[in-house]
């Protein structure tokens, strides 16, 4: 929901907007559809107690790689997801000019170019460790 709400009012600056989505149970697809953004579903998850991805990071970024290298890089791209870090982010990172990071548990290192947790009282030197 926090992608949704940040692809509304970037839509309206004239950005294409395009969501990357598992098929998981629970999964917002139909909701962002709804809302007249492109959608690219990733293969389902393998198993579904592997991780949150439902694999491991390194073949979650290669199925992302597939679905976008035809039409990369992006000016940014938005990852919200507790099961992704630096590993993952480094291999998408020749595919995007910038990553800009939702994160509210600060308990994983990230490559990011701009991030943001909206936890009240969280410092930036909450993650001084953690952003590369």
């Known amino acids: 929901m926090r992608c949704l709400t940040l692809a ?3 839509s309206g600056q004239n950005f294409t907007i395009t969501f990357l989505c598992k ?12 809302a007249h953004f492109k959608v ?4 389902p998850a393998i198993s579904s107690n592997t991780s949150l991805l439902g694999c491991n990071q ?3 970024a ?12 992006y000016d940014l791209i938005i990852i919200d997801h507790y099961a992704i870090d630096v590993e993952w982010q480094h291999r998408l990172k020749p595919f995007c000019r910038k990553f800009f990071v939702i994160d509210d548990l ?3 290192k990230h490559q990011a170019d701009f991030l943001l ?4 009282n969280r410092t930036k030197d909450t993650y001084q460790a953690l952003a590369m």
Request: aromatic residues 2%; contains cysteine.
């Open 8 to 10: 509304h009012t970037l």
């Open 23 to 34: 098929p998981h149970e629970g999964n917002l697809i139909y909701a962002i559809e709804n």
């Open 40 to 43: 690219i579903t990733l293969p």
């Open 58 to 60: 390194r073949d979650d």
């Open 62 to 73: 290669e199925d992302c790689i597939n679905a976008i290298e035809k039409i990369a890089p």
């Open 106 to 108: 600060a308990d994983r």
């Open 117 to 120: 947790d909206q936890t009240v």
